[in-house]
């Protein structure tokens, strides 16, 4: 298949590529495009043909569920049944934006969008190419992160390339994203909310709105056989699956800053006593102390402002793939804040290695 490339500057954009990348969109194709968190693989979310293809392009197993992205409100009347006063508060204060919202499916949503579920995510995304598609095809638009199913989500055109190019009918190029993590998930279908993936919305704001709001047990596993403990079904059929990891094997250190920097270099000098290169996810502050070692070292980010390791999270997991590298030693964050959401994609992608020092 021919893969269109539609650059659009998301700052001056161009109304009738727009229209001609959205036209994909309302007539069954497949169009990836940029949001504010991760790229998006779009299709119309209600005709079971178009999101089924989705599935296959990403190599997505069948019961993990679709977000739907829509371009105004009303929209959510076609999608959803019994929207709470606190789902509407939730809505007031974060749509547009980086917030998705559980509800139960009106009869329309098809299964093959839900993964079977008789509850629809639905989220109205920020980044103005995004609206303006959304709005423009016509359709509800189902759209998972634009990457081949186990890998990291694409926070640039060039890494929905690498993955799409040849499977999809197009990729619109806005440049990079903003946030760079995916939307925060909250279940607002039971008596109580429930976040469901932490993400730039934490549960601190929310709260402040709408007061207790709770944590589903898959967030904050520690490890695989946590998540398949006893008949405990993940509420977002996702998050059992190995997510957002590069090639190599991805180990986290965690303790006294001090204590996970001398653990960091004594590793990468043993391994290159073995003959092994290996890589290492530092931050700004930290980068100084491992130059000496001759690992790849890679900053992620600054300490004093988190949202810099979020925009750069994913990218630096497709730059290791870049080099030979086998394994990956990585710093750990805080767990508070958009650090919730930070740990918790770096701990699935070290596939649940986390180590004390
Ligand atoms: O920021 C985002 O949310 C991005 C951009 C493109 O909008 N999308 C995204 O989609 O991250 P995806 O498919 O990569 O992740 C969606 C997650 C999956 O873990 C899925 O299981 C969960 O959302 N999910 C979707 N619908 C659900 C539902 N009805 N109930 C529970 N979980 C659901
Ligand atoms: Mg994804």
Known sequence: METRIFKIDPENIDISLVEEAADILSKGGLLAFPTETVYGLGADGLNEDASGKIYSAKGRPSDNPLIIHIGKREDLNVLAKEISKNAEILMDNFWPGPLTIVFKKKEEVPYSTTGGLDTVGVRMPSHPIALELIKRSGVCVAAPSANTSGRPSPTKAKHVIEDMMGKIDGIVDGGDVGIGIE????????????????????????????????????????????????DYVPKAPGMKYRHYAPKAQLIMYEGEIESVIKKIKSNIINDKKAGK????????????????????????????????????????????????????????????????????????AAGYKVEKV
């Open 277 to 348: 290169v290996s890589g290492i996810i530092c931050t700004d502050e930290t980068m100084e102390n491992y130059k000496a070692t001759e690992g790849v070292i890679i900053s992620i980010g600054t300490r004093d402002d988190e949202s810099t390791i979020a925009h750069n999270l994913y990218g630096v997991l497709r730059e290791f793939d870049d080099t030979d590298v086998s394994v990956i030693y990585c710093e750990t964050f805080y767990y508070n804040g958009l650090g919730h959401a930070i740990m918790n994609r770096l701990i699935k």
């Open 183 to 230: 939307s925060t998930i909250v279940d607002m279908s039971g008596d109580v909310p429930v976040i469901l993936r932490p993400g730039a919305i934490t549960k601190e704001m929310m709260e402040e709105l709408i007061g207790e709001v709770q944590v589903d047990r898959v967030v904050d596993a520690k490890s695989k056989e946590e998540l398949g403990k006893g």
